[in-house]
């Protein structure tokens, strides 16, 4: 079993910065067999990707839309992950999900996802 646990979310004007964190815990969770991954729901919407990264950072993937102005990165001593958000815009509105894929598969999609966190808000203003 793993648990995931978002934090870092928030408030924010349009062209500001925020970073989110996911701190990952279980006696089967390992950064090195794990795939992790980010990604953002809004209402009435599916969950959509964002970004992910494997193997202790030997793949990175980020959807279109962010490209460039989010970073995602893994501290495995502290097994946490964590998502810099620069230049938001107020589209970036939603509630960022953590996700881990303990199959390692690649990229991670969200209905192949094993574990979950409860997710965190971003809020954009314009």
């Known amino acids: 079993q793993v648990q995931l646990v978002e934090s870092g979310g928030g408030l924010v004007q349009a062209g500001g910065s925020l970073r989110l964190s996911c701190a990952a815990s279980g006696p089967t969770f390992a950064f090195s067999s794990h795939t992790m991954g980010w990604f953002r729901q809004t209402p009435g919407n599916e969950r959509e990707f964002v970004a992910a990264?494997?193997?202790?950072?030997?793949?990175?993937n980020y959807a279109d839309s962010v490209k460039g102005r989010f970073t995602i990165s893994t501290d495995n001593a502290k097994n946490t992950m964590y998502l810099q958000m620069n230049s938001l815009k107020p589209e970036d509105t939603a509630v960022y999900y953590c996700?881990?894929?303990?199959?390692?598969?690649?990229?991670?999609?969200?209905?192949?996802?094993?574990?979950w966190g409860a997710g965190t808000a971003v809020t954009v203003s314009s």
């Open positions: 990264i494997s193997w202790y950072g030997a793949n990175i």
């Open positions: 996700a881990a894929d303990a199959f390692g598969r690649w990229p991670p999609k969200a209905n192949e996802v094993d574990y």
